[in-house]
């Protein structure tokens, strides 16, 4: 069973809509947090990281921390065409191994 | 940004023979990896370095080996290509310290027949 899980595997949302993207650890040693961004034939951008609980806004993405239920989630408002991508949950612990585990991905797709 | 070169960028190699993929980045970073993206599993950890010639396991290293030469270059090797190891692979480097970012190459496609 895979450390970090994703939901959906697949989002289908409308433009100008909200997507929200879920991801949760199994390992309670993970205190680092990121969420990555694939477009197609590229490879991973980190997009955000969230290494406390609650919070945490950059222009249209948010992102939200809850360590005790081990969950991030990823939302972004006012989808654009150009969201359409891979996103990959990421997360670390904080032995300073520097292992870095990633999700299996959620694909979305915004529809104009 | 930091600039991570992979190479080749597409390989096609037949089972039982050798590969070398080979990545080179220029931020001064400490930290290198090697991942393989498959369908269904994201990016799994194959092997990565903190320095010259320092190795790390990773969570699927069985058929693999890998060397770090220069602070600059990492390569993973495939020594008898089986099948089961056609996928995308990307390197990623990263600084030193708990919580860094990663930062990945374009990738290299490889296909073994």
């Known amino acids: 069973q895979q450390k970090v899980q994703q939901s959906p595997e697949s989002l289908s949302v409308p433009e100008g809509g909200m997507a929200s993207l879920n991801c949760t650890s199994s390992?309670?040693?993970?205190?680092y947090f990121w969420w990555y961004r694939q477009h197609s034939g590229e490879g991973p951008k980190a997009l955000m990281?969230?290494?406390?609980?609650g919070d945490k806004k950059e222009g249209r993405f948010t992102a939200h921390l809850n360590k005790a239920s081990l969950h991030v989630s990823l939302h972004i408002r006012d989808s654009q065409p150009s969201d359409s991508a891979l996103y990959f949950c990421?997360?670390?612990?904080?032995?300073?191994?520097?292992?870095?585990?990633f999700g299996a991905g959620t694909k979305l797709t915004i529809k104009p | 940004e930091a600039a991570v070169t992979q190479s080749p960028r597409n390989k096609v190699t037949v089972t039982g023979g050798n590969v070398t993929l080979s990545c080179r980045q220029t931020?001064?970073?400490?930290?290198m990896y090697w991942y393989r993206q498959d369908t269904g599993h994201g990016l799994r950890l194959i092997h990565y370095s903190y320095g010259a010639g320092n190795l790390q396991i990773g969570d699927v290293p069985d058929g693999y080996k890998a060397t770090r030469t220069t602070q600059e270059d990492f390569f993973l090797l495939l020594e008898l290509a089986s099948p089961s190891q056609t996928s995308l692979y990307f390197c990623a480097s990263s600084g030193q310290g708990s919580g860094n970012t990663l930062y990945f190459g374009e990738g290299s496609r490889l296909i073994v027949v």
């Open positions: 990421a997360a670390s612990d904080n032995y300073g191994n520097e292992k870095i585990t």
């Open positions: 390992d309670r040693n993970f205190q």
């Open positions: 931020n001064s970073h400490n930290y």
């Open positions: 990281s969230i290494f406390s609980d």
